[in-house]
């Protein structure tokens, strides 16, 4: 996946968006919250919409292999 890194020297090996110290975390955290993707875009400018497309395409490979299981 193009659009995270985890890397011991940044933010202790938690996954961040490439290019930032934004937790992918902090993406998932908005979303439970109610907020939307635009409120989390302008909360975290140095993300683009397209990492967060990514994640997001991501995670939902995963969920929906897991419920094919």
């Known amino acids: 996946m193009n659009a995270v890194e985890v890397n011991e020297k940044k ?3 938690v996954m961040v968006f490439k290019g930032t110290r934004v937790p992918v975390r902090n993406l998932f955290d908005y979303l439970k919250a109610g ?3 635009k409120d989390f875009l302008e909360d975290f400018p140095t993300v683009s919409f397209e990492q967060v497309r990514e994640v997001l ?3 939902e490979t995963i969920v929906e292999s897991e419920s094919a299981a």
């Open 57 to 59: 395409q991501k995670a």
């Open 35 to 37: 907020e939307s993707v």
């Open 11 to 13: 933010m202790g090996g």
